[in-house]
């Protein structure tokens, strides 16, 4: 099932758009004598869709982990605010793994409920539950046990779980990273299609920079506990995958991740 489209530029001016302005400022945060993060400042706009890349252990999903409350930092603030009043509003944000974390004794749909919390006991849980699980492509799997499920389905699932509760803000550590190539541009899609029509803002871990190109507005390159690269991605959606506009901006983040010397021919155009 595809969702209903809107271009980007509308949504930004949608008063139904309901992502939350995320402000960073000197975000830190050591385990013992590791200084992972050193001081982070970021402004994030309402609703847009921010990639975060870099080398392996440079604290990616430590950050993710900071912005959604599940890790506190050692120094250094995050501020979510509404993007209209500019108030600040508290955190409501979800998280999705690279595994999907279904609960192996519970339906799909009552999966897919966990993400209501307390809202589980609601009346509207079951329907919300239902039309999410539609949204992501799985109606009439609500009775489904997960262990009969793929992995792209059990990671729809898990998208499902996190948009259930229509969050304002999605954090995502490398959601499609166990997908085989062909299920993770599914996903892609279903990803920015979730996204261009809810309006949520979202910041996705990957360490695969095209993957970044095809669905962010900006990518960050994390290195050395700082941000290293701040690249705006000024294309048109649905981006075409594999053209040169996308191949060039690739080749440089490429490059400030790996240093110049060391990109491998393929890499170069
Ligand atoms: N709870 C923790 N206790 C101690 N060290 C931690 C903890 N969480 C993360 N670290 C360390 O922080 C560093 C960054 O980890 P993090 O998982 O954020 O990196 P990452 O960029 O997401 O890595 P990857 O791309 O491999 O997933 C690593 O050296 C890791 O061992």
Request: aromatic share 4%; charged share 25%.
């Amino acid at each position: 099932m595809s969702l209903p489209r809107r271009e980007h530029q509308d949504r930004a001016a949608d008063e139904d758009n309901r992502g939350v302005a995320i402000s960073i400022d000197g975000l830190a945060r050591s385990f013992g004598a590791q200084a992972v993060l050193e001081g982070i400042d970021l402004k994030i706009e309402a609703g847009s869709f921010v990639a975060v890349v870099g080398r392996s252990g440079c604290g990616k999903s430590t950050l993710l982990r900071l912005l959604v409350g599940l890790d506190q930092p050692t120094s250094g603030s995050v501020r979510f605010s509404d993007p209209v009043t500019g108030a600040a509003v508290a955190g409501a944000g979800r998280i999705m793994f690279q595994e999907a974390r279904l609960l192996p004794w519970a339906k799909v749909l009552e999966n897919v409920e966990v993400g209501l919390g307390r809202r589980r006991s609601l009346p509207t849980a079951r329907a919300a539950a239902s039309a999410t699980l539609a949204a992501v492509g799985l109606e009439g799997r609500e009775n489904d046990w997960p262990g009969v499920l793929s992995g792209g389905q059990r990671q729809r699932v898990a998208l499902a779980r996190s948009l259930v509760s229509a969050p304002d803000f999605l954090a995502l550590d490398e959601p499609f990273g166990a997908l085989d190539a062909l299920t993770r541009i599914e996903m892609q899609t279903l990803l920015e299609g979730v996204w261009l029509d809810q309006g949520f803002t979202a910041l996705f871990v990957t360490h695969d920079v095209a993957e970044a190109l095809t669905l962010a507005d900006r990518v960050i390159l994390l290195e050395d506990g700082r941000v290293a690269l701040d690249q705006v991605v000024d294309l048109p959606r649905p981006r075409r995958r594999g053209s040169v506009d996308l191949a060039l901006l690739e080749e440089q983040i490429l490059k400030a991740i790996l240093g110049s010397e060391r990109v491998r021919p393929e890499y170069e155009i």
